[in-house]
C-alpha cells in the first residue's frame, strides 16, 4: 500500500514506464513488481510504456483528451469529438478522434478507442488550441473552425462545392445550427482555403460563413 500511495502523486494523469521506475528502485526485478500491479487492477496500461492508476486509486476521471495527446504524437483532438465539445453537433461523441501529420493509427485501450488520422504537415498547426483540466493538466484541441475544416478534409466523397450545399450537408448531415456558424471566426478556414487541400469545398464553407456574417 506505500507503494500505491506514492503513485497516487501521479493523480488521474498517464505516466510512462520510466517515471514509474523511479518509484521502484527498492525492487530487484522491478519489471515482475509492475507486471503484478497491472494483473491486480492497480496500473491500467494503455500501450506499452505508458500507463494510469486503476479507477480504485484516482479522485478524479482521467482526461481522455490528454491520453489521447500522449498515446500518440505530436496529434490534437478534432473532428466530431471537436465539433461536440465546441457544440457544434449536437450529439456526444464517445471516439477520441485526432488528427496527426504522421501516418493514421488507432489504439483500442482499456478507456476507449482512440483514432489518429492524417493530415498534411502544413495544416496541423492550424487553429490548435490549449485546454486546462481541472487538475491543471492540458491538452491540445482543435478550436471550433479547425475541427470543422479537418472535417471536410477527411469527410470522402463530400461534393458540397456551393455555399448552397455546403449549407445543407452542415445543417442537415451534421445537424449544425446557423447561428454557432454565423460566430466562426474565418481566420482559420481561409489559412486551410490558401494550403490548396480540397479547395471546392473550403471554398463552399467560405463563401456561407461570410454571407452569415
Not at 461523441?93 to 493514421?104: G, I
Request: some cysteine.
Amino acid at each position: 500500500m506505500r507503494l500505491i500511495k506514492q503513485l497516487q502523486a501521479f493523480g488521474s494523469v498517464p505516466f510512462t514506464h520510466g517515471a514509474l521506475l523511479s518509484y521502484l528502485g527498492e525492487y530487484r526485478r522491478p519489471n515482475d513488481k509492475i507486471a503484478r500491479l497491472l494483473a491486480a487492477g492497480d496500473l491500467v496500461q494503455l500501450k506499452k510504456g505508458l500507463y494510469v492508476l486503476g479507477a480504485e486509486h484516482r479522485a478524479t476521471p482521467v482526461s481522455l483528451p490528454l491520453v489521447a495527446n500522449l498515446l500518440y504524437g505530436p496529434s490534437c483532438v478534432s473532428l466530431d469529438f471537436a465539433l461536440s465539445w465546441h457544440g457544434l453537433i449536437p450529439e456526444g461523441v464517445f471516439q477520441l478522434s485526432s488528427v496527426t501529420p504522421r501516418r493514421s493509427r488507432q489504439y483500442d485501450t482499456p478507456l476507449g478507442v482512440f483514432s489518429y488520422a492524417h493530415i498534411p504537415a502544413g495544416l496541423y498547426g492550424i487553429g490548435v488550441q490549449m485546454e486546462q483540466n481541472p487538475d491543471g493538466s492540458s491538452f491540445l484541441l482543435a478550436g471550433a473552425e479547425k475541427a470543422l475544416c479537418d472535417k471536410l478534409l477527411l469527410t470522402r466523397n463530400l461534393s458540397a462545392y456551393t455555399a448552397a450545399a455546403m449549407r445543407s450537408f452542415l445543417l442537415e448531415d451534421l445537424r449544425m445550427d446557423i447561428e454557432d456558424l454565423a460566430r466562426l471566426d474565418l481566420t482559420p478556414v481561409r489559412h486551410y482555403l490558401a494550403a490548396g487541400y480540397k479547395p471546392r469545398q473550403l471554398q463552399a464553407l467560405c463563401k456561407l460563413l461570410e454571407s452569415l456574417q
